[in-house]
């Protein structure tokens, strides 16, 4: 049996989809996380300053890096939540996890388990969102020259903002089981409401969605219909192939 990492966005459902998987797999689950707010509890800090603290002190990322990369190495059966396991645990099955920052910002403002991430108000909560993920994206470019937003980093990405939880726990796991038969599956599954249809996108129904990721927006190169009838009939997910 192989690891599984879960990265994504705040918000994006890691957690939830992680307490599902050990539910019905004999894995164990390492958070990155934890060990990430316990750092910043040590140094007085938010989460948020503690990601602009050590932009300029890696040491303290290395610390959890390292303990999952030696993890990686010499075990198996672990679900790793952690926004850069995917690098350090490259034997593994690579899931990433997107949400919108509207639905994201509703979540986590009204989630009151999150102690150490509650905001003020919703503009607050979205605008501190933003930085975060603004600070993480560039402290891994800069510490480790590599790109969270890059999605051909993964095997699998699913977008939560309009899905069930059970939808994504259901893709999610069906997708696992695919990887590790080494069997075909849709490695790309996104809300057909946050795909833009451009006026030069292809409309034709018998082909595959394929979208452009630019600017942390998706749009729509090839199947522009096929997304149409997905926003008719109501789906909260469509398979889609990404143009790198």
């Given at each position: 049996?192989?690891?599984?990492?879960?990265?994504?966005?705040?918000?994006?459902?890691?957690?939830?989809?992680?307490?599902?998987?050990?539910?019905?797999?004999n894995y164990r689950i390492?958070?990155?996380?934890?060990?990430f707010r316990r750092l910043?509890?040590?140094?007085?800090?938010?989460?948020?300053?503690?990601?602009?603290?050590?932009?300029?002190?890696?040491?303290?990322?290395?610390?959890?890096?390292?303990?999952?990369?030696?993890?990686?190495?010499?075990?198996?059966?672990?679900?790793?939540?952690?926004?850069?396991?995917?690098?350090?645990?490259?034997?593994?099955?690579?899931?990433?996890?997107?949400?919108?920052?509207?639905?994201?910002?509703?979540?986590?403002?009204?989630?009151?388990?999150?102690?150490?991430?509650?905001?003020?108000?919703?503009?607050?909560?979205?605008k501190e969102i933003i930085?975060?993920?603004?600070?993480?994206?560039?402290?891994?470019?800069?510490?480790?020259?590599?790109?969270?937003?890059?999605?051909?980093?993964?095997?699998?990405?699913?977008?939560?903002?309009?899905?069930?939880?059970?939808?994504?726990?259901?893709?999610?796991?069906?997708?696992?089981?695919?990887?590790?038969?080494?069997?075909?599956?849709?490695?790309?599954?996104?809300?057909?409401?946050?795909?833009?249809?451009?006026?030069?996108?292809?409309?034709?129904?018998?082909?595959?969605?394929?979208?452009?990721?630019?600017?942390?927006?998706?749009?729509?190169?090839?199947?522009?219909?096929?997304?149409?009838?997905?926003?008719?009939?109501?789906?909260?997910?469509?398979?889609?192939?990404?143009?790198?």
């Amino acid at each position: 049996m192989i690891n599984i990492t879960i990265a994504g966005e705040l918000g994006s459902g890691k957690s939830t989809v992680a307490n599902h998987l050990i539910n019905n797999i004999n894995y164990r689950i390492e958070s990155a996380g934890l060990i990430f707010r316990r750092l910043a509890e040590q140094h007085g800090m938010t989460a948020k300053e503690f990601n602009q603290f050590i932009e300029s002190n890696p040491k303290y990322d290395n610390m959890v890096d390292d303990a999952i990369k030696e993890m990686g190495e010499k075990e198996e059966n672990i679900i790793f939540d952690s926004r850069l396991a995917w690098h350090f645990v490259p034997k593994s099955f690579k899931i990433y996890m997107y949400v919108d920052v509207d639905t994201a910002t509703q979540r986590i403002f009204n989630d009151k388990g999150r102690v150490s991430e509650s905001y003020s108000d919703m503009a607050t909560a979205k605008k501190e969102i933003i930085e975060r993920r603004q600070s993480e994206v560039l402290r891994y470019k800069t510490f480790y020259n590599v790109d969270i937003d890059n999605y051909s980093n993964y095997d699998f990405i699913i977008d939560t903002s309009h899905a069930t939880k059970e939808q994504v726990n259901e893709l999610v796991l069906k997708s696992f089981f695919a990887f590790e038969q080494g069997r075909e599956y849709d490695k790309v599954w996104l809300s057909p409401k946050n795909l833009i249809i451009e006026e030069n996108s292809v409309n034709n129904s018998e082909e595959d969605i394929e979208i452009e990721k630019r600017d942390g927006k998706f749009y729509v190169v090839k199947g522009s219909d096929k997304v149409r009838a997905a926003l008719e009939k109501g789906d909260s997910l469509v398979a889609v192939k990404i143009k790198y």
